[in-house]
């Protein structure tokens, strides 16, 4: 297992720019494992960084791809009218709302040919055939799960390992069906009662993901069962992050409440609450046609450093996340998980 002998803590694979190859090595290197989010970037862009990754790091890392959602012909007329005015705001025109694989097919291809030490797919199942074609080129998978049931099916596929994502994350929801009479896409489970849900239902390495912060949280899942405690917000704020500076700027504020949300990419995600959130809760559940349309809102919302159009993905442990390198803020979270558990011992 790849994680064995290693600082039981993954980076979160953000697509959209905060993951950079920077991001992974510093972790990697520190004894932990980096995630690259494969998903959203051409075949050729996630080539370069795997490459990038591996001029600065030889420690094993990961790459996340988005399994593509199922095609709804959903009506968008509608929405699209609410996004061309906020974007006309900005001085920009939606984007157009069409489905697409987001070259699952090609980055797959990148992946096996890569050789990359670890492969995680978001969002649902990877056909067997190609967990079988990543094994033979000697990857670990691992699939995203938010139910035990999804863990049953990860597990007939031959996935090595599952990520187990409790509601308290930041970013999209890994449920492999959205839902759309379901806010959160799916059930709402907390990180423990799903650790405890999935053990229960497969016997594969955990990875737990879902408001991790803290040494302590980190302790807590590995005495829960969890093999490695994966976290995203945390790691948003550390200097290698490609995290928007209005982002960064709201988040160290901490005044924002986070809650989940289809209305920047038509998938339930958790995020801070701004305008755009607010003003669109019945935003219609068709991934990635949502994501295309409001592409070109987020982009200049950003470059305006507006936080109220854009999407801020965070978990709800998110005030607390504490700005340094990310080598660091592992070395930090191993000592602060060493003294969680010392302590509890010493109480039992």
């Known amino acids: ?20 190859p920077e991001l992974v090595a510093a972790v990697s290197g520190a004894g932990g494992v980096g995630f690259l989010a494969g998903a959203l970037l051409s075949p050729d862009t996630l080539t370069e960084q795997i490459g990038r990754v591996r001029a600065l790091t030889s420690e094993p890392f990961g790459v996340n791809l988005f399994v593509p959602s199922e095609r709804r012909d959903v009506p968008l007329d509608e929405f699209r009218g609410r996004v061309a005015e906020v974007a006309g705001r900005y001085g920009v025109e939606p984007g157009v709302a069409d489905w697409d694989d987001d070259s699952y097919p090609a980055k797959v291809r990148v992946l096996v040919e890569a050789r990359v030490p670890v492969v995680s797919f978001t969002f649902g199942l990877p056909e067997a055939v190609t967990v079988d074609e990543l094994h033979s080129a000697g990857s670990t998978v691992v699939i995203t799960v938010t139910t035990a049931d999804e863990a049953r099916q990860a597990a007939r596929v031959g996935a090595d390992a599952v990520c187990v994502q409790g509601m308290e994350a930041g970013g999209h929801r890994g449920v492999f069906h959205d839902d759309p009479a379901q806010p959160g896409g799916g059930p709402l489970m907390g990180l423990l009662a799903a650790i405890r849900s999935v053990r229960a239902a497969v016997d594969l390495p955990i990875i737990a993901a879902g408001g991790l912060v803290h040494g302590a949280d980190v302790a807590a899942v590995l005495t829960a069962g969890a093999v490695a405690a994966q976290l995203g917000t945390a790691f948003l704020v550390c200097d290698e992050a490609g995290t928007q500076p209005v982002q960064w700027a709201e988040m160290a504020d901490g005044q924002r409440q986070t809650a989940i949300t289809r209305a920047f990419s038509g998938r339930p995600a958790r995020g801070l609450v701004n305008r755009f959130m607010t003003d669109n809760p019945d935003a219609p559940a068709a991934y990635p046609q949502v994501n295309n349309l409001t592409k070109p809102m987020r982009g200049a919302a950003g470059k305006a450093g507006d936080a109220e ?40």
């Open 1 to 20: 297992m790849i994680f064995s002998g290693r600082v039981p803590v993954v980076v979160a694979p953000m697509a959209g720019g905060p993951s950079t």
């Open 309 to 348: 159009s854009i999407s801020m993905w965070a978990g709800q442990s998110y005030a607390h996340a504490r700005p340094m390198p990310a080598a660091e803020l592992v070395a930090v979270l191993r000592r602060e998980a060493r003294e969680a558990l010392r302590g509890v011992a010493d109480r039992l």
